[in-house]
């Protein structure tokens, strides 16, 4: 993963830790409604991927251990992770294309609600993706992928197609560039990626006729399953992410502009409204600032933030960079990674940073979103993540404004209880994020995620599930409250 430059060490605090009276009188820890959904307290975990369902996107028991840990502490919210609304392969990623994916989901939202004492609110992020293709070798790339065109056979007159392709296998990098496009030198270093600008291929000038029904066929099923709500998955590298860019320069109506570029987001929003109960809670989360040169920055996302609460979404989400444009180059037999260059970055900031430090990077532009959204007279809750470590810096962020509701992903991956030891006065006993993201090491090459604060812990204590390695325990060791 990149990281910045001045290689400045911060080190996360307990910060103060309230008295049980001090928590429970908080503004973290006071009730708000999320449209119809009412959440306890104001402590969300985001949606993280942890690599445990089946290779057919099936709900195992090793997920549901995951998310029943995560209910034991009893947070306002927690997001399922990213899930598949496409009955497509996708790896040891949990899928909801198909009604076959409902029953095991449902298993999930019950262990929940009985993991939680049904003081958790359950919700799913829903998720599309193009497709992305591994590094190949050259020799393959030139031999199989390359399609050769008009452009290449002018620069190499005389030649045939098969020795065009063995030409270009056996020429230098600077050689290349001469003859190859941009988007063939990215798909020899990088892999082959598909773009929603690249409309010169059916399907991919389809999305905005074929994606409203999948996110809203997607979201009745989760509602079956007996989710609160959904959260579409607006942000990062992915499909819709990309509807937003400025980089979006599709011009069917889906791109240019602000107006065009929203136009899809809301269009699923709108569908998926339709095809849910008023009971159940839609929102989004979407990127406060793409952090890339040439893509969406925080006034572009104030833009989208009042429009999705226009639209009458219960809650928008904000995160930010994430982005593939910057991603570091793949060994050959790898895939890009979105979360390795400058932009991941942004994402995913780590203990060692530059001088903004690691913590709370996507305060400002959440706090723009949040204000222009006031001032059109609405009041959709806004969830803000970042680096949020301790029940200091999430009161603070409420009371600044910030935000309505407080995110923590990898503090609740470290400590899953520290929401209830804090709300019960025990702060001093909670397990603090050192911010080395081990756990996003574990994420990059499809591992599945533990943290490094708790994974070698009691082993050997009867009833631990461990990695298929036997080396690392798949969940937190129990904590239970004083009597």
Known sequence: MWRPPQRIQFEPKRGHVPSRAEAEGSRLFSPIAMGPVTLEQRTWVPAMVPWRATDDGFVTDAVVEWYARFAKGQPGAIVVEATGI?????????????????????????????????????LIQLIDFLAIRRRPDAKKYFERFLSITDAHRAALPGLGDSEIRAALAGMRRDELVKILNERELESLEFGYRERVTDTELPHIRDLPNVLPDLFAS????????????????????????????????RDDGYGGSLDNRVRLPLEVYAKV???????FAVGCRFLADECIDGGSDADDAVFFGVQFAKAGMDFISTSRGGKFD?????????????????SGYECMPQYISDEKGPFGRNVAATTAIRKAVHAEGLATPVVCT????NFEFAEQMLADGVCDIVGS????????????????????????????????????KHKVVTCQLWDKESLSDPGVRKTPDGKRRLTAPEWAPPQ
């Open 86 to 122: 496409r009955d497509v392969p996708s790896g040891p990623l949990l899928r909801i294309g198909d009604d076959r994916f409902v029953p095991g989901l449902k298993r999930l939202v019950e262990a929940v609600r009985e993991a939680s004492d049904g003081r958790t609110r359950l």
């Open 218 to 249: 997607a979201a009745a099923r989760a509602q079956d399953a007996g989710f609160d709500g959904v959260e579409l998955h607006y942000a990062h590298a992915y499909t819709m992410a990309s509807f937003l860019s400025r980089k979006n320069t």
């Open 273 to 279: 409204r339709s095809r849910t109960r008023p009971d």
């Open 326 to 342: 910057d991603a570091k180059q793949p060994g050959v037999g790898g895939a890009a990674y979105p979360y390795t260059g400058p």
């Open 386 to 389: 970042g680096g949020v470590h």
């Open 409 to 444: 992903a990898r503090q609740s991956l470290a400590d899953p209880d520290w929401f209830l030891k804090v709300r019960l006065g025990l702060g001093d006993q909670v397990r603090t994020c050192e911010f080395t993201n081990y756990c996003e090491g574990l994420d990059q």
